[in-house]
């Protein structure tokens, strides 16, 4: 029997469903690695209890202050953290500002961790 071209269209598109799904895992595991790592570093050397960052300190490098992260930038990196936001509860973020922030979640998750 003869395969479809439908059948090769959607494994396709479950194939890049999925790397996209492992991409943005990956992204979201590592940012939550680094702003636990800023959150205990700014909590114990300066008494912080808020603990706000510029979005476009994700890709910039660590020795500059950044995240380090190698994400895409605009609506693409602007909707992994919206997501991050809304599925996990971790950050709050506020596009207008192009900031985002560790959430009392996300703070308890780092002290924890």
Known sequence: ??????????????????????????????????????????GRNHDLTEFVFKIKDIPRKTADGGFGIDAAGGDALNYRLLKFENEDHFISVDLSK?????TQLGIDYCKES
């Open 98 to 102: 192009g900031e985002f922030r560790l």
């Open 1 to 42: 029997m003869k395969k479809k071209m439908s059948d090769d269209f959607s494994r396709a598109g479950f194939e890049l469903y999925q790397k996209a799904q492992q991409s943005y895992l990956s992204f979201k595991d590592l940012l939550l690695e680094r702003l636990c790592d800023r959150h205990k570093d700014l």
